[in-house]
């Protein structure tokens, strides 16, 4: 609406407002003025903490949200084989397919953090799994209607490479609402409780998608993932989110803030000089990607580890017995961490739970190089992935303590740092394996590099907003 006083126009971001007595800014003949405030903030409601029933909603809808993500983010590794061999591709052919994803995932996570944060993590979210959900279900489609092979993998390499991008943007947009809708005693809690949907997602994928794998066809594990997505994110737009958020209006002024950042808007700037110089802000980075290292490693190789040690072993038993124990735990610290907050600090909970992550899963990666049973192995491997429960409540969740205003676009640079390791792990261990033939080598060095990680946070890391 348009709002006229003194012969000034101004436009439909204002509001009318009567001071109170106990807050005169401007007296007028000793009464109250009547003055207009300039709300330049499109969100004006995106601060407001969940409360209640609304809280829990939310959560229950993000973590079927983070289930299904990761599902259709193993879609692909799941039906790799069956694909190839029915299309006669070859493993260098099926390989370039699948890296695609991390080029896509990988280089966005920056840019992801940033929009969340500008426009609304609730938006992004929705809005990026009709995305990567709706790739997902046209996959076959996109595959049949190439014949030709080499368009065919082109074709699938730009689609892949989307798919990345679109599934860059869900774990910038769970902090960024993490960061802006939850109570600092709930955060930890509330994060862990969500992320637990990655570890369910591989399990489901690995268990419902294999069915459907050898009682259809590969193709009906897409259709199954992709369909559920956006059913699932077109849900939560319908039943959680506001009328006026999903207005087309409204989601057009969002976008247009993407490009165009007003100056006068009520967000902090991007304080880029304090975040890079500060020691906490790199010790997150460091430890994010030693982390990351650690979980590329051991997703990578880990297969390829157990057929050639214990060939006789059920492979669905090391695929998806650790990941039961991971998803638990994973809540089990959350709710740890916002006790140690209330008792002690948040600087004290972020580096307490990071150090136990750190003895764990260093303590069990040593221990592999001397295992030489399948069942102690798989006891190992299930500590490593339960010890990373602590990491969720630690330096990951640390952005909505460093940059609470911009909580997304910070953990999209730690996520990027943690996402490199998906290509450094697996090229330094495969050539590791190449040259010595040990195991021992690979796990020994990752060891180290957890250590590192772990180490610098607990030295520098805090749990303080950067200021």
């Known amino acids: ?24 800014p401007l007296l007028v003949n000793g009464n109250a003025a009547e003055v207009v405030v300039v709300n330049t903030d499109i969100h004006p409601k ?66 992801a953090g940033y929009v969340s944060d500008v426009i609304g993590g609730e938006q992004v979210i929705t809005l990026a799994a009709i995305g990567w959900g709706s790739l997902t279900f046209i996959t076959p489609y996109i595959v049949y209607a190439f014949p ?97 958020a999903l207005s087309v209006d409204y989601i057009k ?55 050639e040690k214990f060939p006789e072993a059920n492979g669905w038993v090391f695929n998806v017995v650790p990941w039961m124990v991971g998803a638990p735990f994973r809540v089990i610290c959350g709710f740890i961490a916002d006790k140690l907050v209330l008792k002690y600090s948040v600087t004290s909970a972020r580096k307490i739970m990071q150090a136990c992550y750190g003895v764990g899963v260093t303590a069990c990666l040593l221990l592999f190089t001397y295992t030489h ?10 500590s490593i992935l339960m010890f990373d429960g602590f990491n969720s409540a630690g330096a990951s969740l640390n952005p909505n303590d460093l940059a609470p205003e911009w909580a997304g676009f910070l953990y999209g640079f730690a996520n990027t740092a943690g996402a490199l ?18 195991w021992a080598s690979v796990f020994t060095s990752t060891a180290v590099i957890s250590a590192i990680g772990s180490l610098l946070f607990v030295l520098f890391g805090s749990g303080e907003k950067v200021s």
């Open 1 to 24: 609406m348009t709002h006229h006083q003194s012969g000034r126009t101004v436009d439909h971001d204002l509001y009318v407002h009567q001071v109170s007595e106990s807050e005169k």
């Open 46 to 111: 995106r601060n407001e903490h969940w409360k209640g029933a609304t809280k829990w909603k939310w959560t229950a809808a993000l973590f079927i949200l983070g289930v299904l993500n990761y599902s259709c983010r193993n879609v692909a590794p799941v039906c790799a084989v069956s694909m190839g061999t029915q299309l006669g591709w070859d493993k260098a052919q099926t390989g370039l397919v699948l890296s695609s994803f991390f080029w896509g995932y990988s280089l966005t996570q920056i840019p």
């Open 148 to 244: 030709d092979k080499s368009l065919q993998m082109t074709i699938l390499v730009i689609q892949r490479i989307i798919f990345g991008t679109l599934e860059a943007l869900h774990y910038p947009a769970v902090i960024s609402l993490v960061s802006r809708k939850i109570a600092t005693e709930n955060k930890s809690s509330v994060y862990t409780m969500i992320v637990a949907g990655s570890p369910v997602g591989v399990i489901l994928c690995g268990s419902l998608g294999s069915y459907l794998l050898h009682q259809f066809s590969w193709e009906s594990v897409f259709y199954a993932f992709g369909i559920a997505s956006v059913t699932w994110a077109l849900v939560i737009r319908l039943a959680l989110m506001t009328s006026e």
């Open 253 to 307: 002024r969002s976008c247009k803030e993407i490009f165009w950042k007003r100056k006068d808007t009520q967000s902090e700037p991007i304080p880029w000089r304090k975040w890079f110089r500060s020691k906490a802000v790199w010790a997150m980075f460091v430890s994010s990607f030693c982390t990351g290292y650690v979980f590329f490693l051991l997703f990578s190789w880990l297969p390829t580890y157990f057929e």
């Open 373 to 382: 049973s399948y069942f102690l192995a798989l006891f190992i491997i299930s």
């Open 421 to 438: 390791p998906g290509f450094f792990a697996v090229y330094i261990s495969g050539q590791i394996l190449h040259s010595t033939g040990s």
